[in-house]
């Protein structure tokens, strides 16, 4: 996401702005850039007088206005930070709008509005986008985790193998915030030099090596019918680690993918396919016809409605995999 590496390294030049709005469904990178902030603005000997946090459930717009127009005392910049933001009264953000027309240029004032972006309609949207920096953020594609994860591994100085990077999507999936936890506890436990590999991930992040998302989607594109049944059952018996939404996004995704490269032959790279893996995505692909694809993503999403109550009378999860097995068996 270019706008967000050009505002972090704007922030790393000291390169401030006096309002900045960030939202979106992607929490990683607004918390990214706050910490980015924080690091360079805020320090602990001044942190009492020149640093005041909100939250949107009890924060009212007058007094982060009023805080907002104090002058530092110890520090060169007032930091105020409103987290949170998505739970405010919706009145409040035309009271801020007042304050980010004019913005005190003492002050940098960080708005955290998280869960979906902030409403470009709004008095507020429009102050900052000329007073300040505005950063809509959203979750990566699936084709964009195994190169994020790539790069994340590079800036911790980490070197993976590809099987490594492939169980971390499946495992985790797009959450990022979890996806660097992760990586981190990965720094600290593997030696220096050494090469993450599947047995790193199976012993630090608790992935079975056999029984995951990964390894399921495998055995159906492959045809391997016994070992995908003893899959679920796995799956299915420790929910906690392998919720049921995740693996049905895991196989939607892979299904996507097999379309993709069966239909316009598109490059591997660009799907988030490693070369490492991309003879098993082959074989799967000519296992399957285009027709045939498509309605394994069709029962994957049947399945996911499933999951949420719709179409169904009281399936479990271990009701809804079987089924949706035997559906995807049966093309």
């Given at each position: 996401m270019?706008?967000f590496?050009t505002?972090l390294s704007?922030i790393?030049k000291?390169q401030?702005?006096?309002?900045?709005l960030?939202?979106?469904?992607?929490?990683?990178?607004?918390?990214?850039?706050?910490?980015?902030?924080?690091d360079k603005?805020?320090?602990?000997?001044?942190k009492?007088?020149d640093?005041?946090?909100?939250y949107?459930?009890?924060?009212?717009a007058?007094?982060?206005?009023?805080?907002?127009?104090r002058?530092p005392?110890l520090s060169?910049?007032?930091?105020?930070?409103v987290?949170?933001a998505?739970?405010?009264?919706?009145?409040?953000?035309?009271l801020?709008?007042t304050?980010?027309?004019?913005?005190?240029?003492?002050t940098v004032?960080?708005?955290?509005y998280?869960?979906?972006?902030?409403?470009k309609?709004?008095?507020?949207?429009?102050a900052?986008?000329?007073?300040?920096v505005?950063?809509?953020?959203?979750?990566?594609y699936d084709n964009?985790?195994?190169?994020w994860?790539?790069?994340?591994?590079?800036v911790?100085?980490l070197?993976m193998?590809?099987?490594?990077?492939?169980?971390?999507?499946?495992?985790?999936g797009?959450?990022?915030?979890r996806?660097e936890?992760e990586m981190?506890k990965?720094?600290?436990?593997?030696?220096?030099?050494?090469?993450?590999s599947?047995?790193?991930i199976?012993?630090?992040?608790?992935?079975?090596?056999?029984?995951n998302?990964?390894e399921l989607q495998?055995?159906i594109g492959?045809?391997q019918?016994?070992k995908?049944f003893?899959i679920?059952q796995?799956?299915?018996r420790n929910?906690?680690d392998?919720?049921l939404?995740?693996?049905l996004a895991t196989?939607?995704?892979y299904?996507q993918?097999?379309?993709l490269?069966?239909?316009?032959?598109s490059?591997?790279?660009?799907?988030?396919?490693?070369?490492?893996f991309?003879?098993?995505?082959?074989?799967a692909?000519?296992?399957?016809?285009m027709?045939?694809?498509t309605?394994?993503m069709?029962f994957?999403?049947?399945?996911?409605?499933?999951?949420k109550?719709?179409?169904?009378?009281n399936?479990?999860?271990k009701e809804?995999?079987?089924?949706?097995?035997?559906?995807l068996f049966?093309?």
């Amino acid at each position: 996401m270019q706008a967000f590496f050009t505002l972090l390294s704007k922030i790393q030049k000291e390169q401030f702005s006096p309002v900045y709005l960030l939202s979106g469904n992607e929490s990683f990178y607004i918390d990214a850039i706050l910490k980015a902030l924080t690091d360079k603005l805020v320090h602990e000997a001044s942190k009492d007088f020149d640093y005041s946090l909100f939250y949107g459930k009890e924060a009212q717009a007058s007094e982060i206005i009023e805080t907002a127009k104090r002058y530092p005392m110890l520090s060169q910049y007032n930091v105020v930070v409103v987290k949170e933001a998505q739970f405010m009264n919706v009145s409040q953000f035309d009271l801020l709008a007042t304050y980010a027309a004019q913005p005190m240029p003492q002050t940098v004032v960080v708005i955290c509005y998280k869960n979906k972006p902030f409403d470009k309609r709004k008095k507020l949207y429009k102050a900052i986008e000329k007073s300040g920096v505005v950063l809509t953020v959203k979750p990566l594609y699936d084709n964009q985790l195994a190169p994020w994860i790539s790069d994340q591994a590079r800036v911790l100085k980490l070197q993976m193998e590809p099987v490594a990077i492939e169980l971390l999507v499946a495992y985790i999936g797009a959450n990022l915030s979890r996806l660097e936890s992760e990586m981190k506890k990965l720094k600290l436990v593997v030696a220096d030099g050494e090469i993450v590999s599947r047995e790193h991930i199976e012993k630090y992040i608790g992935i079975s090596k056999e029984f995951n998302s990964f390894e399921l989607q495998k055995a159906i594109g492959l045809g391997q019918f016994s070992k995908a049944f003893q899959i679920i059952q796995y799956l299915t018996r420790n929910p906690k680690d392998h919720p049921l939404v995740l693996t049905l996004a895991t196989l939607h995704a892979y299904f996507q993918k097999l379309l993709l490269l069966k239909g316009i032959g598109s490059d591997p790279k660009s799907l988030g396919i490693s070369p490492y893996f991309i003879k098993e995505y082959q074989v799967a692909a000519n296992r399957f016809s285009m027709r045939q694809l498509t309605q394994a993503m069709e029962f994957v999403m049947e399945a996911d409605l499933k999951s949420k109550g719709i179409d169904a009378v009281n399936q479990s999860p271990k009701e809804i995999l079987e089924t949706l097995l035997l559906k995807l068996f049966s093309l």
